[in-house]
Every structure is written in structure tokens, then in C-alpha cells.
């Protein structure tokens, strides 16, 4: 069964188990689906709403947008989880002999570069989200600034969470250059969705009295 397809008490009963996965990577996936569900919602409860006529044609695409941005981070929960029994199952590779010994090297570090590929993704698919949410503020029904704070912080620890799983695996990627194209897009991507979250919560915290 698909993690995304539990119910959240048998999701929440996996992530707390002796099992190493799911783990910080599905879980950070997980927080950015919700983020932009969020922003959906918000984007939903401005249209038809004849106090913000300015608004419509952006809460609209923002509500299609978001929605199947969503969609794209609940995938990622399966995905994180995946890439990590990939790397499980190739460092369980026999290496009896020399043959063994290399294919077993390889598997390892195809998979360690797909389990570093799967969190980079995520995080650029948190900064699209935080860019929706960024955009909605000032822009949408009041009433859910809070609900859209809630999305910004959603999507903030989407990326950083996200960002400490590409860490974690870089050491092992092997190919040539990877390692630092990966860092260097991925602090670029983390810098981003910081500011636009940042930005986002501190605008949304004045009108509800923070």
C-alpha cells in the first residue's frame, strides 16, 4: 500500500515505527503537499467573492496551480521512501568476488544519486509552492490568512527538510560534478523559499493582531 494511500493514524503509526522509512524525506514532502493544499483553499475561498473583484483571474490559476502542486509533493512521499529502500536494497548486493564487488558499487551509487535526485526535486517543487502562497498574500480572502501562514510554514519546512535529505546523500553521489551542481542549486533553492516564506508569514501575521 502507498504511504499517501493510509489512513493518518496508520501513517503516523509507520513514521513512528523501528523502520528507517518512511522518514524525514517522505514527512518533508508531506508538509508541502498540505502547504499547497492549503494555498488552494485559500485561492477557493476568493473566488465568487464580490470584495475582491481585483483577485479572481489570480486565485483561479492559483487554485488549479496549487492544487496539482499538491498533487506532484504527495507523490514525493512515496518517492523519498523508494529511493531509500533502493539504496537498502543495493548495498544488501552479494560481493563474494570482484564482479560482485563493483556491480555492488554501482548499484550503490546509481541509487544514492536517485535518492539525492527525489529531495532536490521536492524543493524546487516547495519554492513553486511558496511562490503561489507569496502571491496570494494581500491578494485573497482575509479570513484565511492564518490558514495561508499555516501554508508558508507548511512549505518552509517542506524545503529545508527537504534540503538536509539532499545533504545527507551527497557524500555518496559519484558522479562526476553532481555533488556540486546539487549543492549549489539546492542553497540557491533553499535561500529562495526561506525569503518568500519569511516574507509571506511576516505579512500575513499583521492583519490577524501579531
Known amino acids: 500500500m502507498k504511504l499517501v494511500d493510509m489512513k493518518v493514524t496508520e501513517y ?28 488552494a483553499m485559500a485561492a477557493k475561498l476568493t473566488l465568487g467573492k ?7 483571474e489570480l486565485c483561479a490559476r492559483v487554485a488549479v496551480d496549487a492544487e496539482a502542486l499538491a498533487k506532484l509533493l504527495e507523490a514525493q512521499v512515496d518517492c523519498d521512501t523508494e ?7 543495493a548495498y ?19 541509487a544514492t544519486l536517485a535518492a539525492t535526485n527525489v ?13 503561489h502562497v507569496s502571491s496570494l498574500v494581500g491578494h485573497s480572502n482575509a479570513n484565511c490568512a492564518s490558514d495561508l501562514g499555516v501554508a508558508a510554514l507548511n512549505l ?20 562526476e560534478d553532481r555533488p556540486e551542481q546539487c549543492r549549489a ?11 518568500l516564506g519569511e516574507g509571506a508569514y511576516r505579512a500575513l501575521l499583521a492583519p490577524i493582531g501579531g
Open 12 to 39: 503516523l503509526a509507520c513514521v513512528a515505527s523501528d523502520a528507517p522509512a518512511p522518514g524525514g524525506g517522505s514527512a518533508a514532502a508531506l508538509c508541502g503537499a498540505q502547504g499547497c493544499a492549503l494555498a
Open 50 to 56: 464580490k470584495k475582491y473583484p481585483d483577485d479572481q
Open 83 to 89: 529511493a531509500y529502500n533502493g539504496i537498502a536494497a
Open 92 to 110: 544488501r548486493l552479494p560481493r563474494d568476488d570482484e564482479a560482485q564487488l563493483a556491480a555492488r558499487k554501482a548499484a550503490v551509487a546509481a
Open 119 to 131: 529531495p532536490l526535486r521536492t524543493l524546487r517543487l516547495a519554492l513553486e509552492g511558496l511562490t
Open 156 to 175: 518552509v519546512a517542506c524545503a529545508r527538510g527537504a534540503w538536509l535529505n539532499v545533504l545527507i546523500n551527497l557524500p555518496g553521489v559519484a558522479a
Open 185 to 195: 542549486e539546492g542553497e540557491a533553492l533553499l535561500s529562495q523559499c526561506e525569503a
